[in-house]
């Protein structure tokens, strides 16, 4: 995957994440972080996988 790509899925990831797991840990920006680096990382690692498989 390209850049955009990462930054877009890891976005998305970090919304779901924060609307999954809720508002706990220490928040920047008014976003917790603790739960959108979970879920930025699930989504990005899911993605790749994907598109990794679809390529071959």
């Known amino acids: 995957m390209g850049w955009i790509s990462n930054i ?3 976005l998305v990831g970090s919304a779901i994440g924060e ?4 508002h706990w840990g220490p928040q920047l920006a008014g976003m917790a972080i603790i739960p959108s680096l979970i879920g930025a990382i699930i989504v990005v690692a899911v993605v790749s996988f ?3 498989r679809s390529s071959k």
Do not use: C, H, P, V
Not at 19 to 22: I, R
């Open 8 to 10: 877009i899925a890891g």
């Open 19 to 22: 609307a999954l797991l809720g």
């Open 50 to 52: 994907f598109l990794m």
